[in-house]
């Protein structure tokens, strides 16, 4: 080894001045000259593939890497000098670009700030704006690299405390929260113009927060998550797009939870604007890590988030299906799995929106399809909160879907176990169901008591689950024979057989004093009572009558000789303090038209068109409904009035007293009364009819 060191320094030393470093090259590089400073980042951010590669070596600044000059120290050896070096000489090695770099250039690493809201507020625009402009310049015809620069110089700038993975202790808009609205401003414009690379650049920048993770002093990646967070907040879609890949990438990395984190994490940003692509982010690829101890949490926290933010469900109708809901349903009822108890007691009050989502806008269409899964769960030996929404469910799946009887049936052999639980369900539930499943039940009850018949007779084996349904069987065709006495029919057949009887009887003897019932009223005591009760009640209402006709007249004559000096001072009072108000609501009118003219304009600018639109429409229809309905209704019955009064004056030869009125309403009263005679006698010659007919 000593001779090999030898030889390789031997032509170094050759060529070198006396203390002086020398550089030996190795490999078939070529020289890295000034004008390609620039092409290094093109080829590093065009040539990353989407598997995860192996961490590479990364410059001490970004802007060595990508904004000012390509790494010329890579691939290089350095070899001790002679003598003491002389540091004026460095300057050759970065003297191609003509700047000497000064205190203040980009290339020196900034100081890691307290917090991520001081590096926001020390982040400067302009030099971001300038940055971005000169990689335009240097690629104009290549986006991704723009995009890129800006991912890296946010994450090189924004230099703060790491946090989690999944930024627990913060909203689920951070670090974007906290992002102004002029650099907000650029970054969309920026990703507007590089739209047809976002999906590489979603993976760039998962990627690199990956190889991030992997270096013990690495930078931290609020840059990133900020560029992942815009992104999605316009472009949902993007994350859900090859859910698989980052799957497998979870897979691989199952043992580095810091890494599997932080890929849910920037994947489960699509939901917080979308909750359609969250469902499937979710269902992508958190469901399948469920039961991960050092992912579950997450999994979790961040559905019941969704869930939160998202209070209207309809837009998530149709992302779970059957093989979704399932394991759902498992992992929130099944005891000794793999979540803790308070994941599964969180993920237990998620479920009904779940289950809301799992069956859709029409349930009716679907719920046959979940009937297998529930009724081969229901087993002896299920636990009771499980068992209880199992049975739950399928009685909701029979009551909403009629398939799901005959989806019951094919099953019915191969599960009797779980079809007796679900037979003695409806049996103690019968009251509060439907008739509509008492009807598609009944049928359903029948086929299972022949098919019992059938298996008891073939001796097969499960004699104890057959019996226990036979028996249930049987219990529910008696309930559905006798389903109570009807005393509601009973009680209107024998009112209407009475009622025919007692006209009956009155025709035959030619009145009701030489009927039968009469009769029969009579001895009982019921006829004489009832007179004697219609006797006092006459009497009690001729007597009323004999007092208001008498002291009507008096009372009311009283009574208008001491209120009439009051009503008219009211109305006196009132008319004046109406003439007051006018006179005020004019004057008031008057100066807000002479000294305000410029309010109808104030109001135009300021109310927007919509709005004013919307008013005059409003007014354009009360004034239909007032011209068209209001007024002829209002001209219709003052001319209805017009001509009662008018014949109410003829038939009292022009003078209406209190003796007219009274017999005109006597008259009516009599009127009305054999009207209701006539209608009577015809109801009864129908039932004699009807009665006679039959």
């Not at 040539?47 to 802007?63: C, H, K, N, Q, V």
């Not at 009551?399 to 094919?410: A, C, E, I, K």
Request: charge should be positive; hydrophobic fraction near 40%.
């Amino acid at each position: 080894m000593a001779a090999a060191a030898e030889a390789a320094m031997g032509p170094a030393t050759a060529g070198a001045g006396a203390g002086r470093w020398e550089v030996v090259r190795k490999g078939r590089r070529g020289p890295a000259g000034g004008t390609g400073s620039r092409r290094a980042l093109g080829e590093a951010n065009a040539g990353r593939a989407l598997p995860l590669p192996a961490p590479i070596a990364t410059s001490s600044t970004i802007f060595q890497l990508g904004f000012e000059r390509a790494l010329r120290k890579q691939n290089k050896e350095q070899v001790p000098p002679a003598a003491a070096p002389e540091p004026p000489q460095r300057k050759q090695h970065t003297g191609k670009s003509g700047k000497k770099p000064s205190g203040n250039d980009a290339g020196a690493k900034p100081g890691r700030c307290r917090s991520l809201e001081e590096a926001l507020k020390a982040l400067d625009l302009v030099d971001l704006q300038k940055e971005l402009e000169k990689s335009r310049s240097v690629f104009p015809e290549n986006p991704s690299v723009w995009v890129k620069d800006l991912a890296g110089y946010l994450n090189y700038k924004l230099q703060a405390p790491r946090s989690d993975p999944v930024l627990s202790q913060h909203p689920h808009d951070y670090p974007y929260c906290l992002v102004s609205k002029e650099l907000r401003s650029i970054i969309r414009s920026l990703l507007g113009k590089a739209s047809g690379v976002l999906e590489l650049f979603f993976d760039h920048c998962i990627y690199t927060m990956l190889q991030e993770l992997d270096k013990a002093s690495g930078e931290s990646l609020h840059g990133y998550r900020i560029c992942i967070q815009a992104l999605l907040l316009d472009r949902p879609r993007i994350a859900t797009t090859n859910l698989g890949k980052y799957l497998e990438v979870l897979r691989s990395q199952q043992n580095r939870p810091a890494k599997c984190l932080t890929v849910l994490w920037a994947l489960g940003q699509a939901g917080f604007s979308d909750l359609h692509e969250g469902l499937k982010v979710w269902l992508g690829v958190m469901l399948p890590v469920l039961g991960i101890k050092s992912l579950s949490p997450y999994a979790v926290s961040y559905l019941d988030r969704l869930l939160m933010m998202h209070p209207n469900l309809t837009k998530g109708f149709g992302m779970i299906g059957p093989k979704d809901f399932f394991p759902l349903l498992d992992f929130a009822f099944m005891p000794n799995n793999s979540l803790s108890t308070s994941l599964q007691e969180q993920l237990r009050r998620l479920y009904p929106r779940l289950k809301v989502l799992a069956f859709g806008a029409r349930p009716e269409a679907v719920l046959h399809t979940y009937f297998p899964s529930f009724l081969s769960r229901a087993t002896p030996a299920c636990p009771p909160a499980m068992k209880k929404e199992l049975l739950t469910s399928m009685s909701q799946c029979l009551s909403l879907d009629p398939l799901s009887f005959s989806v019951w049936r094919q099953l019915y052999t191969k599960h009797l176990a779980q079809s007796s639980l679900l037979l003695n369900h409806l049996l103690e539930s019968w009251e509060s169901s439907s008739k509509k499943v008492h009807q598609s039940l009944q049928e359903t009850v029948r086929s299972f008591k022949v098919t019992n018949e059938e298996l008891a007779a073939r001796g097969t084996g499960g004699d104890q689950d057959v019996a226990a349904c036979d028996t249930a069987c049987k219990e529910l065709l008696h309930k559905m024979k006798g389903r109570g006495f009807p005393w509601s029919r009973l009680l209107l057949v024998l009112l209407v057989f009475a009622a025919g009887f007692f006209l009956h009887d009155v025709q035959t003897h030619g009145s009701f004093q030489a009927s039968s019932s009469a009769r029969l009223l009579r001895s009982s005591g019921i006829l004489p009572a009832s007179q004697l009760a219609w006797q006092k009640v006459s009497l009690g209402c001729l007597e009323g009558y004999r007092w208001l006709e008498h002291s009507l007249a008096h009372h009311g004559s009283v009574a208008v000789s001491i209120l009439w000096p009051q009503l008219e001072l009211l109305w006196k009072t009132s008319s004046e303090m109406a003439r007051d108000v006018s006179q005020q609501c004019y004057s008031l009118l008057s100066w807000l038209h002479g000294n305000l003219p410029w309010l109808s304009d104030w109001l135009q600018n300021r109310l927007p068109e919509a709005l004013l639109h919307f008013t005059e429409c409003v007014r354009e229809l009360l004034l239909f409904l007032v011209q068209s309905c209001l007024l002829p209704l209002l001209q219709g019955l003052a001319a209805v009035l017009q001509q009662g009064w008018q014949s109410c004056l003829d038939s009292c030869n022009g003078d209406v007293t209190w003796e007219c009125v009274r017999d005109h309403l006597m008259s009516f009263t009599y009127s009305s009364w054999i009207y209701l005679q006539n209608a009577t006698l015809a109801l009864k010659n129908w039932a004699l009819a009807m009665i006679s007919g039959h």
